[in-house]
């Protein structure tokens, strides 16, 4: 691969049946581009965690995922609410996921720190009321 | 221990996968939080869970598991059994409760992951 692949995806966030088709799409195709099989996995579960939170927490939004010859990066933009306090909510087990959301499996307070420990960079960009963009990279 | 053997030790029902029933899966990992499996899980091929909604097929599929396991009776739907067709995941279904479902496939010999 010399020049760089980019896939978009709007997430719908009324549909929690369909949350995950893009991490399951951006799965095959890196498959097919021939990716390393660590390195699938860990882009895998860290978008699939952030678009489920885009679901459960911000009403869905975008996903841009990017191949690059050195690693992958995934950016996650939404309009949602924003994150008040970034460091509690990357604690594990901190979630304000309601009781509905954790009746589907959710809610546990591991996603964000899922996405940190399955990525080699993550940086969450927040306001409140305005939304939240997370990019996290893969190495390759 | 292959796919075929925990269904039999379970007693349980083949919902899908026969012809992936000899596989042999070597960890396995019991949730029913999703977000716990997706932590802790990720060296497993075979996922235990209580839970039933497609997020459990999807979810097994980003760790590449070869077998869900559903305990207490919970029967997955068409939408559910033909997600997990077209990722080849095999799906089991047994009335064991979790606890008893995991302490079979223990005794015979099945470890955890991680
Ligand atoms: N995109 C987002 N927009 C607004 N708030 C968010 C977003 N992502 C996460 N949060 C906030 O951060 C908290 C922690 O997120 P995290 O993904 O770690 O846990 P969770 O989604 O609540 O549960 P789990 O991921 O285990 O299912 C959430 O409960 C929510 O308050
Ligand atoms: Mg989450």
Do not use: W
């Amino acid at each position: 691969m010399s020049e760089q692949l980019t896939f978009t995806y709007t997430i719908d966030g009324n549909d929690f049946t369909r949350a995950g088709e893009a991490s399951s799409s951006v799965k095959n195709k890196l498959k097919m581009l021939g990716v390393g099989s660590d390195a699938i996995r860990k882009v895998a579960i860290a978008m699939y965690e952030g678009e489920i939170n885009m679901v459960i927490h911000a009403d869905g939004g975008v996903i841009t995922v990017s191949v690059s010859d050195n690693d992958i990066t995934m950016v996650l933009a939404d309009k949602g609410p924003g994150i008040p306090d970034i460091s509690k909510a990357m604690q594990e087990g901190y979630s304000t996921a309601r009781e509905e959301v954790r009746s589907l499996g959710f809610g546990a307070g591991m996603g964000l720190p899922n996405m940190k420990r399955f990525t080699d960079e993550m940086h969450i960009d927040t306001e409140l009321g305005k939304g939240t963009t997370i990019t996290m990279k893969v190495h390759l | 221990m292959t796919i075929r053997e925990m269904q039999r030790v379970l007693n349980a029902q083949f919902l899908y996968g026969e012809e992936l029933a000899d596989l042999d899966v070597q960890f396995v990992f019991s949730a029913d939080m999703m977000s716990d499996v997706l932590a802790y899980g990720s060296k497993c091929s075979v996922l235990i869970t209580g839970l039933c909604n497609p997020q459990v097929v999807r979810t097994a599929e980003m760790l590449d598991i070869v077998c869900i396991i559903f305990v207490r009776g919970k029967m997955p739907d068409e939408n559910m059994l033909a997600l997990a067709r077209s990722k080849s995941i095999a799906v089991l279904a047994t009335e064991h409760y979790m606890f008893t479902s995991c302490g079979i496939l223990y005794e015979n010999g099945l470890r955890g992951g991680a």
